[in-house]
């Protein structure tokens, strides 16, 4: 390792991990592989607190503490630990009566967004939140726009915040497989859990006037919006060319990411986006939404939707693809994407780890 670290016993809170095939997963999978790489022999101060699903997912030398129901009353001894990084925000294990510091990661304030939940309890929602900066020592959001966002509305007063940012997930040693059912025919591409803050209901109207296919893949959350989809696709006389996966494998999305002819992601709500980069990392016309903190993370390497009008889509999905093909830029979109590193997101947290008292 290059840096030296004079590392403190951290516990990384990774509870969310109980949910395989979700951006979460990957963030603390991520990020827990990248840190014990960066300290080596020092992974001993490092602990994961996991549930029993997740066991042994950092490899067998790593340091767990299984995480049980029962620690929402009795939490879990904190004596061992200098420090609790809380990797989600609306975990329910958070040490507000133990003399630990904490350190709380911040991935967005979605619950504003996708217009579903009432005034009081998005006035809940921000209410636990508050209570959990209170007690926290060092705030970390994963872009500028939640940080924005943050400061907007709940109360950080003079505690201290950063934005470390995600890095890309692509594991490119490894040969891509085709999936069971390869599709032939060129191809749109998106990833998420279908639930309305993705927007994904705009979708089918790109397949107009064209050839296209367009897959889906990702936890099917809502069956109502799923729904909404297909009656989408059914006025449009598109349905017989709409895929939805499911959830899928890391081989798999990397062979849909790999050999789609774009990347489309609408979404109204994104903390991140942690697709977008996965795209550009194999050089694809990404084309986005200009909400929330897409445009920080697709940057001038992607095109945009100013809006979701049928006629609008089509034209920005033809002209990026005209622009695409003319200039060639999939090595500066590839470049765009290395900038997000997991490495160096290791780096700004053990930094900020040894920063704490």
């Known amino acids: 390792m290059n840096e030296q670290f004079m590392l403190k016993r951290v516990l990384i809170d990774c509870e969310r991990m109980r949910h395989p095939h979700t951006g979460l997963y990957h963030y603390c999978l991520q990020l827990g592989n990248s840190i014990l790489k960066k300290i080596g022999e020092e992974k001993g101060k490092i602990a994961f607190y996991l549930p029993t699903s997740a066991e042994h997912v950092f490899g067998e030398n790593a340091n767990y503490i299984s995480q049980h129901f029962i620690h929402k009353l009795f939490f879990p001894d904190t004596k061992s630990v200098d420090i609790w990084h809380c990797t989600y925000q609306g975990s329910k294990y958070f040490p507000f009566n133990k003399k630990v510091s904490v350190v709380l990661t911040i991935h967005d304030l979605n619950f504003l967004y996708d217009g579903n939940r009432s005034d009081s309890r998005i006035k809940k929602y921000l209410n636990k939140l508050q209570q959990k900066i209170d007690r926290a020592d060092h705030i970390v959001a994963i872009s500028h726009y939640v940080l924005d966002d943050l400061r907007t509305h709940l109360e950080l007063g003079n505690k201290p915040a950063s934005v470390i940012y995600n890095g890309c997930n692509i594991d490119s040693s490894q040969v891509i497989a085709p999936p069971a059912e390869p599709v032939s025919e060129p191809f749109l591409f998106t990833i998420g859990t279908i639930v309305g803050k993705k927007n994904f209901h705009v979708l089918p109207a790109l397949l107009k006037d064209n050839a296209f296919k367009l897959v889906i893949a990702g936890i099917d959350s809502s069956q109502e919006y799923k729904k909404k989809i297909i009656r989408e696709a059914q006025k449009l006389n598109v349905l017989d060319r709409l895929i939805f996966t499911g959830p899928i ?52 390497c992607a095109y945009y939707f100013d809006h979701f009008e049928p006629e609008h889509m089509r034209n920005v999905l033809n002209a990026s693809l005209e622009h695409y093909n003319k200039t060639k830029p999939r090595e500066k979109i590839r470049e765009r994407a290395g900038f997000f590193s997991w490495e160096r997101a290791a780096s700004e947290y053990l930094a900020l780890y040894e920063s704490l008292a």
């Open 249 to 300: 494998s890391e081989n798999d999305k990397k062979w849909y990411l790999s050999n789609c002819t774009a990347f489309v992601f609408p979404s109204i709500a994104e903390g991140f986006g942690l697709p977008v980069i996965e795209a550009m990392y194999y050089g694809k016309p990404v084309i986005l939404s200009r909400c929330t903190s897409l445009p920080e993370i697709g940057g001038d």
